[in-house]
């Protein structure tokens, strides 16, 4: 049975006629079928058309049959092929068996000769074209799955690869082809044996099936890890060669290793971690759980946390850790107090968290803790030194405000002792009129003619100035009573009372003491307190005075200005006396710093100051410099509108 449906026929012949009756008688039988009657015409029809037979007459003026087989074999193409042909001699029988001729026809023609040869070649066209789908068909469904595929023969070598396999080897299969896979693989089996060792066993019979893991190389470079199985092909009980499977375990590898390294990360963790199931039943602890607890793994996996339970925390307290984790899927972050295996408590700072799954259901529980018990230890130290050091800072701070007010009190007794120096001099000029008038009321008494109105007008001013000695002592008295409870005073009637005080000094030295008040500037607080910071600014600024005095003979100024600014109430002291130093003013509120000699001071009047007004009226005193060019100091005090009593 022969098949002639698609079969294309190519017919050569320089002779019309034999062309024509040949190409009909064909048709007739119904192959499909071309003319050419020279060679160059079958070059042009064979590159445009596929040619299944090519029937070529063995001599043509312009290219002879052997000529257009070997331009057809250098195109690529492969079309059975008979020789027509007159000639018997051998040299053509030679020469077509070189081509690779597939028969040939002799002239005269006999067309059932010639139809018994093409026949024969249509039935083998149509056999190669079933091999070769059959061959797609293989390549296809070897294409369509994931492993790479390789074929080999009984050497070894490669004689087949699917895409897959190229791929997975960065070649083609003409550059595979003959070349055995330990060309590529650095594989092994489990036990250890090379690819060649495997293969060999395989192609020997030894064994039907071999498997193992490894990596592709190719010229010492990476290309894949792979997991691989090698099999024989058997035909009829014969090895014919092997089959080797191989699959693409990078990403595998990959996350191999990297579970791995997760493993040994948990395991050589220094923390502890422990793993649970949904009911709480341990999994897992870790190295560093076995250090901290005393307990082994062995001991522990299938038992619950609570072997470690303290009776430090409440049963409230598992209840909302557990209740947030396993209820409400939360993290819970706190310290832990626990019991080791030999009973021993220690603290840790725990992490535990709910482990879900890709549907967002609860599967696990693990817990990661961090050992703190020195850490708990010490800040129980610590709290200790705490209470020790608040203790000590309270006896600390009471024995300086004992010694605060004894020095307040030691400043107020030497501002008295100054004060009684004032009005022993303030007294000087009463004292000595009333001498006089005295003196005067004995004479006379002493002599005749006694003046009625005369010794009358002498008594009335001898009480005049015993009236002005006896108002210093009222001054002199209210100055320094101490109130207990906070009062409300107008700070302009206190300055006075002061100015009052020193008024017999500052006219020994021509100095001038002026009050500007921009509004009524009332204060509450400790009035004694507060008089005795402003004694202590007034009295300095008179020093201040006397001091540039005795260098350059100027009138002496003192200028206090009271206003309201905002939510404070200002007083500012102003004198043009010699000022202060620069290095000096960084010291002015220290304790026990004076500008003047020890004489004179020891320099607890603007200390003591400070503390007053910060302590009576949450206020504040500070030194300004003067404008540049004009000399003296500057202090402003600083007191909140709404100081409380």
């Not at 701070?397 to 009684?420: C, H, P, S, V, Y």
Request: aromatic letters at 8%.
């Amino acid at each position: 049975m022969f098949r002639v449906k698609g079969i294309n026929i190519l017919c050569m012949e320089d002779d019309p006629l034999v062309l024509s009756s040949v190409a009909r008688h064909l048709r007739k039988r119904g192959y499909d079928t071309f003319e050419a009657n020279s060679g160059s015409e079958a070059q042009r029809i064979l590159k445009e058309r596929p040619i299944d037979i090519l029937i070529a007459d063995i001599r043509m003026p312009d290219m002879g049959a052997f000529e257009l087989i070997s331009r057809v074999r250098a195109m690529g193409l492969r079309p059975k092929i008979l020789i027509l042909t007159a000639y018997e001699e051998s040299d053509y029988f030679i020469e077509a068996i070189r081509s690779k001729v597939d028969g040939f026809i002799l002239k005269p023609l006999n067309f059932a000769a010639m139809d018994m040869h093409v026949d024969a070649l249509s039935n083998e066209v149509y056999h190669e074209r079933e091999l070769k789908e059959v061959s797609l068909q293989r390549d296809r469904v070897l294409d369509s799955i994931k492993e790479g595929v390789l074929c080999l023969n009984t050497k070894g070598q490669i004689t087949y690869a699917n895409s897959q396999a190229l791929k997975l080897l960065g070649g083609s299969l003409e550059e595979l082809y003959g070349k055995t896979p330990q060309h590529y693989f650095t594989l092994e089996n489990t036990e250890g044996k090379g690819m060649g060792e495997l293969l060999e066993r395989v192609l020997c019979g030894e064994s039907t099936l071999q498997e193992g893991s490894g990596t592709l190389y190719k010229k010492e470079r990476f290309l894949a890890h792979v997991e691989f199985t090698l099999s024989p092909i058997i035909d009829k009980g014969r090895i014919l060669g092997a089959v080797a499977a191989l699959r693409d375990a990078t990403l595998k590898h990959e996350k191999e290793k990297e579970l791995k390294l997760l493993s040994l990360l948990v395991e050589q963790s220094p923390g502890n971690i422990l793993l649970t199931d949904i009911d709480g039943k341990i999994l897992y602890v870790n190295r560093g759980f076995e250090e901290l607890t005393g307990f082994d793994r062995e001991e522990v996996v299938g038992l619950t946390p609570r072997i470690l339970k303290s009776q430090y925390h409440s049963m409230e307290f598992y209840q909302q850790m557990w209740k947030m984790v396993k209820e409400e899927g939360r993290v819970w972050i706190g310290e832990m107090k626990n019991h080791r295996k030999n009973g021993e408590d220690y603290w840790v700072y725990l992490t535990i968290y709910p482990i879900k799954d890709e549907k967002g259901s609860i599967t696990h529980f693990a817990g990661i803790g961090k050992d703190i018990t020195d850490k708990k230890a010490y800040e129980e130290y610590q709290r200790e030194c705490e209470v020790k050091i608040e203790s000590a800072v309270l006896a600390e701070t009471a024995k300086n405000l004992e010694r605060d007010r004894i020095l307040f009190e030691k400043r107020r007794l030497e501002d008295m002792g100054n004060l009684l120096k004032d009005i022993s001099h303030h007294w000087r000029q009463p004292l000595t009129a009333i001498s006089i008038l005295v003196q005067n009321l004995k004479e006379f008494e002493e002599h005749e003619g006694f003046d009625e109105e005369e010794f009358a007008s002498t008594v009335e001013k001898v009480l005049s100035q015993v009236e002005v000695m006896s108002k210093s002592l009222d001054g002199f008295r209210n100055f320094f009573k101490s109130h207990e409870a906070p009062v409300c005073f107008r700070v302009k009637k206190i300055i006075e009372e002061i100015s009052f005080m020193l008024l017999g000094e500052m006219q020994t030295h021509q100095i001038t003491l002026e009050i500007h008040e921009e509004s009524p500037l009332e204060l509450c607080g400790p009035s004694a307190g507060f008089k005795q910071v402003l004694l202590s600014l007034i009295k300095n600024s008179v020093e201040s005075i006397i001091k540039r005095r005795e260098q350059k003979k100027i009138k002496g100024k003192i200028s206090l200005h009271l206003r309201q600014e905002g939510e404070q109430s200002l007083i500012q002291i102003y004198d043009n006396g010699i000022g202060i130093k620069e290095e000096e003013r960084a010291k002015l509120f220290d304790p026990y710093f004076s500008t003047k000699t020890e004489k004179h001071g020891r320099g607890m009047g603007l200390y003591i100051g400070r503390s007053i007004l910060r302590q009576g009226f949450e206020g504040e005193i500070c030194y300004e410099s003067p404008k540049e060019g004009e000399e003296g100091a500057i202090f402003t005090i600083k007191i909140p509108a709404d100081s409380p009593l």
